[in-house]
């Protein structure tokens, strides 16, 4: 059957769509010209508070500097920001990994839940930043305290989501499964993992997010190198401009990997993606 468009009636997808790309830049550069302002006329502390042209200067020295074993903070920006996207990588597909299966099992089957549902509830409220000493004295102040600590923060929203997508599942689509033939042990797959799938992204984007804050904690107290460790190597000397410009990048990096997963999944969640009429 053709849809005929009604006059009138329009998704907010597609408004959002017709509205000019320009216009999202407005607020950000109103801030910076604000905060630019702010900056000469002297109403905040410029050692506490740096202008943006110090920031950017700040970067570009971090980024373009000349390397000595004598500076922590010329030429070693890249270095830094591939170190911590490699552990916010691993760490990020170790809880994704483990935590969507087990997730789906404990929301599917009421003997995984008994088992290994307790344990998870009583683990998740326990904050990630409790298991730094741990994570110290297991694996000493090496890369794989960080990673440790990445995945196991993310595991637990990427859990809580996959377990919410299970038992969600309509019972008429098991119903459905069962009456054209698909066996019993096949349902979890067939039925619950595609039904599941916009929990399992939902938690998959908790999960990324929360690792790019972790990653920055574990540098700082667990690891040495990475933004982290350069932000807290900046705030002993008193560096805020360096603190900020690592502040940006991780905003970047951070919205550029949750678009990136947006757009993988895009695909799998087609079947979601249905207009919201707007009726006059």
């Known amino acids: 059957m053709v849809e ?3 006059p009138g009636l329009e998704s907010t997808s597609t408004r959002r769509f017709r509205t000019p790309r320009w216009q999202r830049w407005i607020s950000p550069i109103v801030i910076l010209l604000l905060w630019q302002l ?6 905040v502390n410029e050692q506490i508070v740096p202008a943006p ?3 950017f200067l700040a970067w570009h020295e971090w980024f373009l500097g000349s390397r000595s074993a004598l500076s922590w903070s010329s030429g070693t920006w890249l ?3 591939l170190l911590s996207v490699r552990r916010v990588a691993i760490g990020f597909a170790i809880a994704a990994c483990l935590g969507i299966p087990l997730g789906l099992m404990i929301g599917w ?4 839940a008994d088992l290994a549902g307790p344990l998870v509830q009583i683990l998740r409220p326990i904050p990630i930043t409790a298991w730094l000493p741990f994570a110290a004295a297991i694996f000493g102040i090496r890369e794989s305290a960080a990673i440790f600590l990445i ?3 993310a595991f637990f929203p990427i859990v809580v989501s996959c377990v919410s997508g299970a038992e969600q599942v309509p019972l008429t689509l098991i119903r459905a499964a069962r009456m054209l033939g698909t066996p019993r042990h096949k349902l979890l797959w067939r039925v ?3 039904s599941a799938l916009p929990f399992i992204v939902a938690g998959l984007r908790l999960g990324l997010s929360l690792s790019w804050m972790l990653v920055i904690v574990a540098e700082m107290l667990a690891v040495k190198g990475g933004l982290g460790y350069a932000m807290w190597s900046a705030y002993e000397y008193l560096r805020m401009d360096y603190v900020i410009v690592a502040m940006f990048t991780l905003a970047v990096l951070g919205t550029l990997t949750d678009r990136g997963l947006v757009l993988l999944t895009s695909r799998l969640l087609h079947w979601s993606h249905r207009p919201i009429e707007q009726h006059p």
């Open 4 to 6: 005929i468009p009604v």
């Open 38 to 43: 702010a900056d000469t006329l002297h109403v």
């Open 53 to 55: 042209s110090t920031v």
């Open 79 to 81: 270095p830094d920001t």
């Open 109 to 112: 089957s009421r003997k995984v």
């Open 151 to 153: 995945s196991f923060g």
């Open 192 to 194: 619950a993992l595609p």
